[in-house]
């Protein structure tokens, strides 16, 4: 049981280049998160999911689009770079049920620096 | 939105003892707190969570505690193994979808 999968785990981009991050969960999950990592700054939320083909803005979505066209799939995409979006990108699923309430099961992450 | 806060960005603690992670949140409102260990290159893993109706919940050498009153939770780790070494983080949600993380806690063990 693979749980959450982030492609690629590690990137370098130039200053206006576009990318995609995918997460993928073979657990579901009807809710599904992005988040970004900073030191000192704890986990932001970027962008959520509440189920296939919806999207919603979390806490810092600017510069930053999603789509959710297959419920196990949810992507990040980038598309003008900004040093500002060097960060460690986390994917994260739920099943959002009232017993289990919001457990967030994470993917390990994708590096990215923005050059 | 309400923002959960940490009182010490670092703690280290004797191979052995007991581990006590503090967290406190601000939003009276919230009704449910998860904690999650991060170890060094992963993603966050769940612990343990608690429901506001609770003041205790204890699972496999951790337990939490809620004080409703000062808005305080704490991770309780007993006999902290170097595998317990991570950063600790708290988080917070109010009868929605999302979570509010605090900045997180580094737990580091002495051997």
């Known amino acids: 049981n693979a749980g959450v999968t982030q492609t690629p785990k590690f990137r370098v981009l130039k200053t206006g280049q576009s990318m995609t991050l995918l997460c993928a969960q073979d657990?579901?999950?009807?809710?599904m998160y992005w988040y970004r990592q900073d030191p000192g700054m704890g986990l932001r939320l970027i962008h959520y999911?509440?189920?296939?083909?919806?999207?919603a803005k979390g806490e810092v979505p600017d510069g930053y689009n999603v789509s959710r066209l297959k419920k196990q799939n949810f992507l990040l995409g980038l598309e003008s770079a900004a040093p500002s979006q060097t960060s460690v990108y986390f994917c994260?699923?739920?099943?959002?049920?009232?017993?289990?309430?919001?457990?967030?099961?994470f993917g390990a992450g994708t590096r990215l620096s923005v050059l | 939105g309400e923002s959960v806060g940490l009182h010490l960005p670092t703690l280290s603690v004797q191979e052995g003892d007991n581990s006590i992670i503090n967290c406190a949140y601000s939003?009276?409102?919230?009704?449910?707190f998860i904690w999650y260990k991060q170890e060094s290159g992963k993603g966050p893993q769940f612990i343990i969570d608690?429901?506001?109706?609770?003041d205790k919940r204890q699972g496999q050498r951790v337990t939490v505690l809620l004080n409703k009153t000062v808005k305080h939770l704490s991770l309780q780790i007993a006999a902290t193994q170097p595998g317990d070494s991570a950063v600790y983080f708290c988080?917070?949600?109010?009868?929605?979808?999302?979570?509010?993380f605090g900045t997180g806690t580094r737990l580091t063990i002495i051997p």
């Open positions: 994260a699923s739920s099943p959002w049920t009232s017993l289990t309430k919001n457990i967030q099961y």
């Open positions: 999911s509440v189920g296939e083909g919806t999207t």
């Open positions: 608690i429901r506001s109706n609770m």
């Open positions: 939003n009276s409102a919230s009704d449910y």
């Open positions: 988080a917070e949600a109010f009868g929605n979808e999302k979570l509010t």
């Open positions: 657990m579901n999950h009807e809710y």
